[in-house]
C-alpha cells in the first residue's frame, strides 16, 4: 500500500503512562502507521505529543473538527465523531458500550463480533496491542494475576477475592488499592493473607506480572467490548481464567484458557488453563491480536472507504 496521509482523533491526552484503553490502541496504531511510512496527523488535547506525529490541539468536539487538516486522506476518529455531514473519508470506533444506539454514527467501527452485535453494526476490528510493551516467559511464579480497576465492581474483584479465600489461592491484585472495595465489595475477603494489592501499575512493572503470574483471573459480569488486559496476559505467555461475558469467547479458547460461568466451576477451569502452554498463549496473540494486525486491517478499511466502497451498510 503507497503512502497516505492519516488524521487520527482522541479526546484524550497522549501519550498515556498507566492506566489507559482507547489511548494506549490510538498510540499503536499512530507507531505502526509512521513504521509503515504513513504520513500521520493526531488532533487531541492540549499537550499530547508523539514523536514523528503532527500534533494538533483540540480540547472539544468544535476545535477538533477545525483542526483536522483538508488534505488529509481519511479521518479516523476515536473521540469527537461528525454529528452531522463532513466531507472527508471517515470513520468512528466505538471503544466502550452506548446504551442508545441512535447516538452512532453510521460509520462506526466495533472492536469485536460481539461489541458489532450488540450496536446493530456490520463492521469490526479487533484492537491490537503492541507486543514490545510486553515480556514472554514460560516459567512462572505461584500467584494469579487480577488487573482491572477495582473499583468497577463489574470488573469483578469482589468475585475474585472471594474464589481466591475459598480455594486458598495466592493472588495480585492490580488496578486500585484495598480501599476501592470499600465501593465495588470484597473488602473483607481482601483480608486473606496470601492477597497481595499492588496499586495501579504500568510500563515495565505491570509488563512483570502479567509475566510472572500463573494465569489471569478475569471474572467480569459485564459485556466487555474487548478487554485489552486478556490479550496482554496472553502475549506474556500467561494463560486467561474468565468468564464468558461480551468479546471474550472470542480472545479465549480452550488452547489458552478456560472459561467458567457458576464459582463450582473455578477449580477445573483454573487446571485446564495451567495446562495451557505459554507458547500457544503467545503465539495465538501474535496471530490475531497484535498491533500490526490491527493497523493492518483498518489500513485495508481505510482503502476500501476512499475507494467508495460501501463498508458499513
Excluded at 503512502?3 to 484524550?12: A, D, F, G, R
Excluded at 472539544?60 to 452531522?84: R, Y
Excluded at 452485535?117 to 496491542?129: C, E, L, P, S
Excluded at 479465600?165 to 473483607?188: N, W
Aim: charged letters at 20%; glycine letters at 6%.
Amino acid at each position: 500500500m503507497s503512502p497516505i496521509k492519516i488524521c487520527l482523533v482522541c479526546n484524550t491526552r497522549l501519550p498515556v503512562n498507566k492506566y489507559g484503553g482507547t489511548e494506549r490502541i490510538v498510540q499503536w496504531l499512530i507507531l505502526e502507521y509512521a513504521r509503515l511510512g504513513h504520513h500521520v496527523t493526531l488532533v487531541a488535547p492540549k499537550g499530547s505529543y508523539m514523536q514523528g506525529v503532527t500534533c494538533i490541539p483540540a480540547n472539544n468536539h468544535e476545535q477538533a473538527l477545525l483542526a483536522i487538516p483538508k488534505d488529509v486522506d481519511i479521518v479516523h476518529f476515536h473521540g469527537w465523531p461528525p454529528v452531522s455531514d463532513f466531507t472527508l473519508p471517515w470513520l468512528f470506533t466505538l471503544h466502550g458500550n452506548e446504551p442508545d444506539l441512535s447516538k452512532l454514527p453510521v460509520n462506526t467501527v466495533c472492536i469485536s463480533a460481539n461489541h458489532a452485535v450488540r450496536h446493530q453494526k456490520k463492521t469490526f476490528i479487533y484492537n491490537g496491542i503492541k507486543p514490545d510493551e510486553f515480556i514472554y516467559r514460560e516459567q512462572k511464579k505461584d500467584y494469579l494475576l487480577f488487573l482491572s480497576l477495582i473499583r468497577r465492581a463489574e470488573k469483578g474483584a469482589a468475585r475474585a477475592l472471594k474464589l481466591a479465600r475459598e480455594y486458598k489461592i495466592p493472588m495480585v491484585f492490580a488496578g486500585g488499592s484495598r480501599f476501592d472495595l470499600i465501593k465495588a465489595g470484597g473488602l473483607l475477603d481482601s483480608f486473606h493473607p496470601r492477597t497481595e494489592f499492588v496499586g495501579k501499575t504500568g510500563g515495565n512493572e505491570k509488563a512483570q506480572y502479567f509475566a510472572n503470574a500463573k494465569a489471569l483471573l478475569f471474572p467480569i459480569s459485564w459485556d466487555e467490548p474487548f478487554g485489552l488486559v486478556v490479550i496482554e496476559s496472553l502475549l506474556s505467555g500467561t494463560p486467561v481464567i474468565a468468564t464468558p461475558r461480551g468479546s471474550v469467547p472470542e480472545l479465549v479458547n480452550s488452547d489458552v484458557g478456560a472459561l467458567f460461568t457458576e464459582d463450582e466451576m473455578f477449580p477445573e477451569a483454573l487446571e485446564k488453563a495451567l495446562s495451557c502452554s505459554p507458547a500457544h498463549c503467545r503465539d495465538w496473540a501474535m496471530t490475531y491480536f497484535s498491533s500490526a494486525v490491527c493497523a493492518k486491517n483498518y489500513l485495508n478499511l481505510y482503502d476500501r472507504i476512499v475507494s467508495g466502497e460501501d463498508v458499513f451498510s
